[in-house]
T-cell receptor
Framework: DTGVSQDPRHKITKRGQNVTFRCDPI?????LYWYRQTLGQGPEFLTY????????KSRLLSDRFSAERPKGSFSTLEIQRTEQGDSAMYLC????????????????FGAGSRLTVL | GENVEQHPSTLSVQEGDSAVIKCTYS??????FPWYKQELGKRPQLIID?????GEKKDQRIAVTLNKTAKHFSLHITETQPEDSAVYFC????????????FGTGTLLAVQP
């Protein structure tokens, strides 16, 4: 599978625990995005990397959330001291380094990591 | 702030009929408008997209129209089939310094055989 890979696919944890999700984007994609999706809603933007640089972070993102992309390839999203409201599907997506208005720059999603906080 | 509104939230049509989903966006700098289809338990998949220099784009039974002045864009599916049943999301983005997409809340399309 040469698409966007996410791990784990499912995570059940108790409130207060830390969890970490991993995303492996398509290899030639410079840009990587994290989104969160809850039932009945569209994907909500969390943060965006160009190579290893985190260029934007949603104002809605709590300080308990942190994301890294240390070598400009895979990325991790960590949630500390999880709360029940963090239960959601965490989607990773990637695309090439050109802008949307400059050509084909389709955002490709991974299958997601579903988090359930008990 | 940036916002994308999508209507209707649910849509039920008979097989063979047409379906139309409408979106409006708030950020006038947006210049890229994709539509994604998401089946239950699966990832969103791009079905069609349009850029701001084009008013309409068609791909077989699917078409998208864009009115930049009114900040409206729409998805049109003709000759609907049961396999078109899914949740459809519009999105807008690409403007200015940001490269994020802002998604609508989705439309659950049910095609009745």
């Amino acid at each position: 599978d040469t698409g966007v890979s996410q791990d784990p696919r499912h995570k059940i944890t108790k409130r207060g625990q830390n969890v970490t999700f991993r995303c492996d984007p398509i290899s030639e994609h410079n840009r990587l995005y994290w989104y969160r999706q809850t039932l009945g809603q569209g994907p909500e933007f969390l943060t965006y990397f160009q190579n290893e640089a985190q260029l934007e972070k949603s104002r809605l993102l709590s300080d308990r959330f942190s994301a890294e992309r240390p070598k400009g390839s895979f990325s991790t999203l960590e949630i500390q001291r999880t709360e029940q409201g963090d239960s959601a599907m965490y989607l990773c997506a990637s695309n090439t380094g050109t802008g949307f208005n400059l050509g084909a720059n389709v955002l490709t999603f991974g299958a997601g990591s579903r988090l359930t906080v008990l | 702030g940036e916002n994308v509104e999508q209507h209707p939230s649910t849509l039920s049509v008979q097989e063979g009929d047409s379906a139309v989903i409408k979106c409006t966006y708030s950020d006038s700098a947006s210049n890229y408008f994709p539509w994604y289809k998401q089946e239950l338990g699966k990832r969103p998949q791009l079905i069609i997209d349009i850029r701001s220099n084009v008013g309409e784009k068609k791909d077989q039974r699917i078409a998208v129209t864009l009115n930049k002045t009114a900040k409206h864009f729409s998805l049109h599916i003709t000759e609907t089939q049961p396999e078109d049943s899914a949740v459809y999301f519009c999105a807008a983005g690409g403007g200015g310094a940001t490269n994020k997409l802002i998604f609508g809340t989705g439309t659950l399309l049910a095609v009745q055989p």
